[in-house]
């Protein structure tokens, strides 16, 4: 038996993409927040999602309609923005947003421990630079995945980065250590990486606690 | 669509939402209006004025910024109680505690102008 597939239909998996549903005009869509959605979002409603001052969580309603008619245009919807527009009750407006803040989130990576290049702004080509030339994706892929899904794809390019770095540090570090100068601290493969691994987070104990909290009882019981 | 008149004002007004006419109106006055309608009651007088007048738009087209608030200056609490129910009634806006109507919240010589309104399921 041929089971309906979504990749045969053209749809991308939920699983994989992210995203939220929203029922609108009689249908459920499911919303998916795509390079493509929120690039057409900015030329509709000429706002700059990557700008600092941006908040997703207070949207004007031009971006709300903007948003939302790019998502369903990405869905399959045919309708235009302000046919859209025209479909949004103030009680629908209200839904529509919970909808997009939770398709956003659901199509957004967690933000990195440690930003790329600190004072540096981020911009769509740089994103799309390094889609296309280090992940190898083509721009047309590249647009039709969501945030979540290059994020993946950055974290196992970054494991295998950081995994040759570390064999190269390996062979460089022996070299500096058993080398004819004298080395007073051995170095450790790391100290030749460029990507370093991140330190994993260490779990907050009684101890620590405690450790922390000592100090200010004590101040407190000597100052009263 | 909420219909409304006042005292001494023979002409009826009618507050309907268009969120074309919210987004055309953001573009023009250069306001998020979104946003100050979500944190109803807590916004500007320069929001308040902006949301009034892009409900009004949707059917008094020719009306203006100016106008509306003009129309807030004379009958704001009754225009804020209209608001209100627009509001309440879209599910935006819930008062943190139902009011006791008996007890009055005004002195009763207090005399508050008198307006009809009137909400027209849309």
Known sequence: MDLPSRARRGLPYRSLTGGAP??????????RMTYRVLLDCEEMADVDLLSPSFDVTRPSARLVRAL?????ISAGCKLSERQVGAKLSLRGASRAHTALLNAWLASMPKAAKK??????????????????????LTTEQWLDMTPLQVGALRAVYMERLQREEYLVGLIASTVANFGPRVVHKPFKPESFMIHPFEAPD??????????????????????? | MTKFTFENDPQQYVMDFDFNVLCDAEAELGLDLLPAIMRWPMQSALELRGVVYALMKTKHTSVTVAEVGGLLTRELTAMRKVLALELIEAGIYEPREEIDESAPAVPADASLPQQQIETVSS
């Open chain 1, 115 to 136: 930003p790329d290049a600190e004072g540096k702004p981020h911009t769509w080509r740089d994103s799309w630079a390094f889609a296309v030339e280090s992940l190898g």
């Open chain 1, 202 to 224: 260490t779990p907050v104990t009684g101890e620590k606690l405690l450790s922390v909290f000592m100090p200010i009882k004590a101040y407190l019981e000597k100052a009263l």
């Open chain 1, 68 to 72: 939302l008619w790019a998502a369903l």
């Open chain 1, 22 to 31: 929203f029922a609108f005009a009689g249908r459920r869509w499911w919303l």
